[in-house]
């Protein structure tokens, strides 16, 4: 008999709406802060919500984020084990929040209290698109029959072949959150610097270069993909702050470098987009190495 379990992850896994709702995708919600206003992502595709959001933060408004606490994991989860249904959790990167620590938590005090059933958090070391790489394969896995056992040591296995190529427009974004110095991020706005940046071994968002203006950056960013890329029809993810002429730019690139490739294109989500700004754009893929 095959395993009765459920998939969940984090809310900011940019996944397409109609993919969710074929796959039955569930979502932990989390709340976020455009100016004194809370709002709630639930996870579900909207590109006005999401235009709406960038055209705030170009006109000034200041955006924030909320942890995600272990009861509110808690609340989710348990009427669904209590029908005997376990869980794979694929949370957002150990290295750029806490929610993973908080879904681990959550999910020891519930089988510790339904010893039946199993919760297993996945610390994915990766964001946005990459998390929907995991989410897409692990949905196949189930499919195939794959135990929940297995599904997650799966994850576990491939999620260190997620590579993550970001550009960032607005340097301010970053100096905010403490990436740069306030020195570095004027004198790079001054000097039309946009860095790029990876997802590191460790989960962690690391500066990896500086170029001088967007066409140089962009090239970068294909650079880089094809260095990494295994080739073939390998899924790839663009994510982008509502810059869609750039995205398009990056997809017209790779796919002259990889004519097989499937590529999906989305929008940033706001949990990530209220730390990278307006502008940032990213290439998500499985390659050789991170």
Not at 179 to 199: D, E, F, H, Q, Y
Not at 203 to 210: D, E, S
Not at 214 to 225: D, G
């Amino acid at each position: 008999m095959k395993d009765k379990y459920a998939i969940f992850t984090y809310v900011s896994s940019d996944i397409e709406a109609t993919f969710i709702k074929e796959n039955d995708v569930h979502f932990i919600p989390m709340k976020y802060m455009i100016n004194s206003e809370d709002k709630l992502y639930t996870g579900i595709y909207d590109e006005n919500i999401l235009k709406d959001f960038y055209l705030a933060q170009k006109n000034g408004a200041v955006t924030k984020t909320t942890q995600i606490a272990p009861q509110i994991y808690s609340d989710i989860w348990e009427p669904i084990v209590k029908e005997g249904i376990s869980i794979i959790y694929i949370s957002l990167s150990s290295g750029l929040s806490s929610t993973y620590q908080s879904a681990v938590l959550a999910a020891n005090e519930l089988m510790d209290k339904y010893p039946d059933i199993k919760i297993i958090p996945i610390d994915s070391l990766a964001g946005t698109g990459g998390m929907s790489l995991l989410v897409e394969r692990a949905i196949e896995n189930k499919k195939n029959g794959m135990t929940i056992e297995d599904n997650a040591a799966c994850l576990d296995e491939i999620k260190h072949n997620i590579c993550h190529w970001f550009m960032v427009e607005d340097l301010m974004y970053l100096r905010r959150g403490g990436r740069i110095s306030a020195t570095t991020a004027i004198v790079g706005t001054t000097l039309n610097i946009k860095p790029i940046l990876k997802i590191n071994d460790e989960g962690k968002l690391v500066p990896i270069a500086k170029k001088r203006g967007i066409k140089a950056a962009l090239k970068e960013l294909v650079n880089l993909y094809e260095m990494a890329s295994e080739g073939g029809e390998e899924r790839v993810y663009i994510t982008h702050a509502d810059c869609i002429d750039n995205a398009k730019k990056l997809e017209k690139a790779i796919l002259e470098k990889n004519p097989k490739c499937k590529i999906t294109i989305l929008m940033l989500n706001p949990i990530i987009g209220a730390h990278t700004g307006p502008g940032m754009i990213a290439i998500l893929h499985f390659g050789k190495k991170r």
